[in-house]
Structure formats: C-alpha cells, structure tokens
C-alpha cells in the first residue's frame, strides 16, 4: 500500500510539473485593412498577421475585436461597403461568420462577466458617442446610455474585478471615466505618467491588474484604473483597434499533464477500493 501511495504521489509530481498554463495571447485589429494580429506585448511588434474573410462582404477594416468570457468566441466589428457588421471570428482561420448588421457607425465592443456585450458609436456615427446592449446573437441595439465626453473615437473596455465599464474619447485633450453598468453613473478619473494620443484599443489584462491601449501613434500601453500609463512599445506602419487576451495552445487531446491526472485519479479510487475492502475484511 505504501508503494502505490509513493507511485500516486510521484504521478501527482509529474502531472503538476508537466501541465503548463496557458499562454496569454493579445490579439488586436487593422482598422484600415482586412487583418488582424497577435501582438507581442513587450515590444508592440507583430508577430503573427492574418486576413478577414466574411462571406458576401469585402471587409475594409476590423474595428474591434473582443472576447466573450462565458463562451472563449470573439466578436469583431467588421466594416464593409454595406456598413458595420457584427461577426464571430476564427482566430485560426481568419473566417468570419456574419451574425447581424450595427445599423450605425460602431468603433468599440466590451463583453460584461456575465456575456453581456455592449457597443458605442464613433463620434461620425448617425447618433454618435452613445452606448448600447447588443444582441450577440443578430447585432440587434438598444439604447444603454448618452456618452458625450470627449471628441474623436470612442473605446470601451470591462474590468472584471470592479465590474465597472472604462471609456476613453479625444485626441487632443483626451478623457477617461468609469460607468457603473448599474447605477450609470459616469466618473471621471485623471489620466497621469506617459501621454498618449487618441486611444483605438483597451481590453483588461489581469495578469497586471490594469489596461492594455492602443492609440492613433501605434503605440503599446498599460494604465490602471487610477490612470497611470506607461508606454510598453511602438508598433509597425498600422494601429492596433480593438484587443482581445486570448488563451492559446489548449488541444482536444490529453496532454502528458492531463494523462498524469487521469492516472492518478485512477490510483486512487483504486487505494479508496482497497482501504473499504481491507476494512470490510479486518
């Protein structure tokens, strides 16, 4: 009995060491062409680029790309000569399937904890810098809240942690504010450390507890809730809209890791099978 418990602990030791966490991956979009790219975030390089096809549609620019947290798929809004399109994304293939138009000028998507998404128009949009629930099923829009602070490009982005929505607007004097997606209330916070033109991209990145950014220099940022920013790195000719932390490498197959705990599970409900029958038999 001893020398099973030693084999199921050394099991337990292999399977620990040998299952690695998964990769976090940050994805951002070309709001001029039909690409998008995974980024490398301490340089802000492109380290892959990959095209956008959506059947019956030229896509001409991507201009948000974001996660659904209760489903792992990622939204885009694709832009197209028929206008703004709703679309679920596959980052391995880069095909897009269409889910509904955004009937308006829409420049940023956010998912809630609970896949609740919502959108906001630009500042060119029919009814400009106004935010919506969207229905991630049609692209069907209602009415969430005005926005109106700030001029020039409109980005949204979740922070989990405070269930709290951000928004940034403006080149030239920018802002940055809190929605409570409760009460709708809208606080304003200070912006200080590195500065920064308008801002494209935001998504939250827990592994620092703040943002990462996006904006019109092709520049890489991070900013906390209090509105601290530094600049992590310049990227190439194009801008990064819209951004999305993926998790990337998770395979169908059990890995050597994954054999390990099936092993293991196996040994001991084996021990518990035969600790009850030496019990019964004692």
């Known amino acids: 009995m001893k020398r ?6 050394g099991v337990l030791g292999l399977s620990l060491m040998a299952v690695p966490a998964d990769a976090q991956n940050l994805f951002g979009a070309s709001p001029s062409t039909n ?64 889910r509904g138009s955004l009937g308006d000028d829409f420049s940023s998507l956010a998912f809630s904890s609970s896949g609740q998404l919502y959108g906001v128009t630009d500042d060119g949009a029919t009814v400009p ?56 209330v809208i606080t304003p916070i200070a912006q200080s450390g590195a500065t920064h033109g308008e801002i494209f991209g935001a998504v939250w990145n827990p592994g620092t507890n703040s943002f990462y950014l996006g904006d019109i220099a092709n520049r890489l940022l991070s900013q906390t809730t209090g509105g601290v920013a530094a600049i992590l790195g310049t990227a190439g000719a ?20 994954e054999w390990g705990m099936i092993l293991l599970t196996g040994l001991l409900l084996f021990i518990g099978a035969y600790k009850l029958r030496h019990n019964a038999t004692a």
């Open 238 to 257: 194009d801008n990064y809209r819209g951004f999305a932390i993926v998790a990337v490498g998770a395979t169908a197959t059990p890995t050597l890791g």
């Open 4 to 9: 099973l418990i030693a084999v199921a602990a």
């Open 129 to 184: 810098e106004t935010m919506y629930t969207i229905n991630k099923a049609n692209g069907a829009r209602t009415l969430f809240l005005t926005l109106g602070n700030g001029a020039d490009g409109e980005v949204i982005a979740f922070n989990p942690n405070d269930g709290l929505m951000y928004h940034w607007s403006g080149n030239g004097t920018n802002i940055f504010e809190s929605i409570n997606l409760t009460t709708l």
């Open 35 to 98: 690409q998008y790219y995974r980024i490398d975030t301490a340089t802000a390089a492109a380290i892959t680029t990959q095209s956008v096809t959506l059947a019956g549609f030229t896509v001409t620019g991507i201009n948000s790309l974001t996660r659904d947290p209760t489903t792992g798929l990622i939204y885009i809004i694709a832009k197209t000569g028929l206008g703004r399109q709703l679309a679920v994304l596959d980052l391995v293939t880069g095909v897009a399937t269409l």
